[in-house]
């Protein structure tokens, strides 16, 4: 993937849709509005030449990854009263769904967790400020106010935020400001290394008797012993790995490398009439979640199994049962490798967790793309991969310069594969800037119109003002399946 020099519409209105969010997360972060506001400059000027090359449903992600990942935010108090208690790590966890407005999936894997892992950093949170008597009726009233200062920000704060966004989109150098010590990094990377290790301390509760819990409340974890510590066993480290959030997608590497380069091939495989390869490899499969039924209690689980799920022992009644099926499905994938394929396996995962932060959320952007791609249309890209893996250097080298030439707006739709691709750019203005719990079912229902249904919602998206664009988009979700075509061809007769 290339990143485009040229900033797009689209691009400017994401930084100015989430500045003041951001603002005010990294304010209550570091309690220093100077340093805040430092933090999102550093963030936005990081996150304009990646946008190009990853998706706009991973934007959010990886723009949260890059503010969290500035060092102006560590070692800060915070700016809430209420939040005194926790430290950095923590904090984040709860401002993320406070302030960011993340949803679990979406905030693990911002601070590069497992679900369940955040799940439970997020419950010691609430415990320890429950602890320093702060309610949960506190906690409404504090997220109504950070709502508010999100929506009343001052007006020279709103300007500083427009200046220092406008400064990122042009690729302007930062005016020279009065060196602030950066904090340690240290005590950063050790905060959200807490987050992992509350899980998996909580894990290993499982095999030693523990007091009975009330419901919903939290066990306390035990003290660590200030002696010397015994060497971490491989074992651990190997079931660490098995709860991984992008196992199932690092153990397909064929995918990720289709993933990676998902808006070329599609846009190649919708534009270009290359001659198919004979015997091409097919679309890799995805690893699939364990073909049986759920395993509700972890003690049911074969005993080869147990030990590689034991970081989520704890958590394991609680989880969906589509988690268990899945994390069962990787626990025996992983049974099933030899030893070469796990030596591989370790090695991707390890790579992947040294990369950068807002690299991994772009990259789990372009696997998320790919999966909600159906078997035939990934049957399409992997041909068109290798269909045009079997040219030769200089026919791939002008293929590929035809695609970079196109503006970074032309080329964000092939992330939705060929079919949406080549058409969605006619209706992107009905379909721009949707609510996040509302993209994944208006894909899955322009997914499934025929095709004169499309190119009829493409003249109405040309037709509709914003207002009646809401409406209809509301209209098409809340329809039957069925009458979709029909409701389309309706409005188009009005």
């Known amino acids: 993937m290339r990143p485009s020099p040229t900033p797009s519409s689209a691009l400017a209105a994401f930084l100015r849709g989430i ?29 304009v030449p990646i946008s190009g090359g990853t998706p706009l449903s991973a934007w959010p992600a990886s723009f949260w990854s890059l503010l969290l990942a500035q060092t102006e935010l560590s070692g800060g108090e915070g ?29 693990a894997k911002v601070l590069g967790v497992a679900e369940p892992t955040y799940r439970f950093a997020l419950q010691r949170a609430l415990q320890q400020l429950a602890d320093a008597e702060v309610s949960y009726a506190a906690l409404g009233r504090l997220r109504e106010r950070l709502h508010r200062q999100v929506k009343t920000l001052g007006e020279e704060r709103v300007a500083e935020l427009a200046t220092i966004r406008a400064r990122a989109l042009a690729g302007e150098p930062a005016p020279e400001a009065a060196p602030v010590p950066p904090a340690s990094p240290w005590p950063r990377r050790l905060a959200w290394a807490a987050l992992v290790a509350l899980g998996l301390a909580f894990a290993a509760t499982w095999w030693k008797p ?53 808006p070329f091939l599609s846009w190649l495989a919708a534009e270009a009439s290359l001659a198919p390869v004979p015997d091409a490899p097919p679309a890799p499969a995805p690893l699939p979640a364990a073909a049986v039924d759920d395993v509700p209690l972890f003690q049911d689980l074969a005993g080869a199994e147990r030990p590689l799920l034991v970081p989520v022992a704890g958590n394991w009644p609680g989880l969906e049962p589509a988690t268990r099926r899945q994390l069962l499905g990787q626990a025996r994938h992983w049974l099933a490798l030899d030893d070469a394929g796990r030596a591989a396996l370790r090695a991707r995962l390890d790579a992947w967790d040294a ?39 200089a026919a791939r080298g002008e293929w590929r310069a035809r695609f970079e030439a196109l503006p970074v707006d032309q080329r964000q739709p092939w992330w939705l594969g060929p079919a949406l691709g080549e058409w969605f750019s006619p209706v992107q203005p009905l379909f721009a ?53 029909a409701l389309v061809r309706e409005r188009l007769a009005q």
Do not use: N, T
């Open 19 to 47: 500045e003041r969010r951001a603002f005010v997360f990294a304010d209550l972060q570091c309690g220093e509005p100077g340093r805040a506001l430092a933090a999102v400059e550093h963030a936005m000027r990081a996150f």
């Open 79 to 107: 700016g809430a009263p209420e939040l005194a208690r926790l430290g950095s790590g923590p904090r984040a966890a709860l401002l993320l769904r406070l302030v960011g407005g993340l949803d679990y999936p979406h905030a």
């Open 210 to 262: 523990q007091p009975a819990l009330l419901p919903g409340a939290v066990q306390d974890l035990p003290a660590e012993s200030p002696g010397a510590q015994a060497p971490a066993d491989p074992a651990d480290a190997d079931a660490d790995r098995i709860i991984h959030p992008d196992y199932a997608a690092l153990a397909v590497p064929e995918a990720a490398a289709l993933a990676g380069e998902l």
């Open 355 to 393: 990369l950068p932060p807002a690299e991994r959320a772009s990259r789990r952007g372009a696997l998320a793309a790919w999966a909600a791609l159906s078997p035939e249309e990934q049957a399409r890209v992997a041909a068109s991969d290798a269909a045009w893996r079997a040219l030769d250097e």
């Open 433 to 485: 800037y949707v609510p996040g719990a509302e993209r994944e079912p208006l894909l899955a229902m322009l997914r499934a119109l025929p095709p004169p249904a499309r190119d009829d919602l493409a003249m109405l998206a040309r037709r509709l003002p914003a207002d009646e664009r809401e409406k209809l988009r509301r209209e098409l979700l809340e329809a039957a399946p069925g009458q979709r075509e």
